[in-house]
């Protein structure tokens, strides 16, 4: 229900019932490549929550449902079962990363950002490159390689944990979309997780973006 390729699980759970699912290849300490993400909404009952959210693939699979359901008990590890339908039965086990548990900070959001991604085209495939430039005070622009021009911001999140909130204005040949989701970093800061999802959840999508040097 999470796609076969999906080997491991990054998760973000807000305090208003907001669930973030970044979807892996691999484990995280194999420098995976990202496949797609679940965002959802649930209700706690105790240490116990369910939920239902949109599966969103890279692989060009149309969004699906899928229900959530999980508890946390006092190990503090996090216990997920996925489904698409109720009595979902794939589960996966996570451990709390403390890292997160400090505030985001906007000095680490600051710089130039690039990521690629490659699709395929009659004949063959092309390789787009998206620049994305963070200010000091969150504020994002950025172009593409298909000519598609970015504006939002990325700015830390309300609840006390080391992940960013994303709005984001997509222009490409005169058509706007307009995005939101989430955004987490590396210990490292030089890497940054995007999860965005459409306004309607129609469509949902997962980059990895690397920290450009400053020029000298």
Not at 65 to 77: C, L, R, Y
Not at 153 to 162: G, K
Request: neutral net charge; charged residues 10%; proline residues 4%.
């Amino acid at each position: 229900d999470l796609g076969t390729a999906t080997k491991a699980v990054r998760s973000v759970m807000f305090k208003n019932g907001a669930a973030w699912l970044l979807l892996l290849d691999d484990l995280t300490t194999n420098n995976p490549t990202p496949i797609g993400l679940v965002k959802a909404a649930v209700t706690v009952s105790g240490q116990n929550f369910s939920g239902t959210g949109k599966r969103y693939m890279l692989d060009g699979s149309p969004a699906s449902n899928v229900e959530v359901q999980g508890n946390v008990p006092a190990s503090q590890q996090l216990a997920l079962k996925f489904g698409a339908a109720a009595n979902p039965t794939t589960l996966a086990t996570l451990a709390p990363v403390t890292r997160f548990s400090t505030t985001a900070a906007s000095a680490d959001m600051t710089g130039n950002w690039q990521f690629q991604s490659t699709q395929a085209t009659t004949g063959g495939t092309t390789t787009i490159t998206w620049n994305w430039a963070i200010n000091s005070a969150g504020t994002l622009s950025g172009t593409n390689t298909l000519g598609c021009t970015f504006t939002g911001q990325v700015l830390p999140h309300t609840d006390p944990v080391a992940v960013f909130t994303v709005a984001l204005n997509e222009n490409c040949a005169g058509t706007t979309r307009q995005y939101n989701g989430v955004a987490l970093q590396n210990s490292a800061k030089n890497q940054t997780t995007f999860g965005l999802t459409l306004q309607d959840q129609s469509a949902g999508t997962i980059a990895v973006a690397e920290k450009l040097a400053d020029p000298a």
